[in-house]
């Protein structure tokens, strides 16, 4: 089992960025494919981005796709999601997850395949 715990959250303006991080205990972090998800209120959990166990592969949701980046780091057990050119409609609780996988180059893009979430941290972008 795996425990997600997410930080680097807040207020920024448009055009603004953040770096949100999520460190990893318990097994082996390298064994997890791990991913980024939001929900805005009134909405649905929506997929944001996700890497691969290895970290050589990565997927973006086309509406963050040039201005969002997500990394991790095995020997640190963390995954780092940087926020950049952030907009008003980017304001939402992001989750990291992990997937125990067994595939070494494969992203996950659906929630459903996650068996492992954090609790969340709050971003506001104000216009």
């Known amino acids: 089992q795996v425990q997600l715990v997410e930080s680097g959250g807040g207020l920024v303006q448009a055009g603004g960025s953040l770096r949100l991080s999520c460190a990893a205990s318990?097994?082996?972090?390298?064994?997890?494919?791990m991913g980024w998800f939001r929900q805005a209120p009134g909405k649905e959990r929506e997929f944001v981005a996700a890497?691969?166990?290895?970290?050589?592969?990565?997927s973006y949701a086309d509406s963050v796709k040039g201005r969002f980046t997500i990394a991790r780091s095995n020997a640190k057990n963390t995954v780092n999601l940087q926020m950049n050119s952030l907009k008003p409609d980017d304001t939402a609780v992001y989750y990291c997850?992990?997937?125990?996988?067994?595939?070494?180059?494969?992203?996950?893009?659906?929630?459903?395949?996650?068996?492992?979430w954090g609790q969340g941290t709050q971003v506001t972008v104000s216009s």
């Open positions: 890497i691969s166990r290895s970290g050589d592969s990565t």
């Open positions: 997850a992990a997937d125990l996988d067994t595939r070494f180059r494969v992203v996950i893009t659906s929630s459903s395949e996650y068996n492992y």
């Open positions: 318990g097994r082996t972090f390298s064994s997890y494919a």
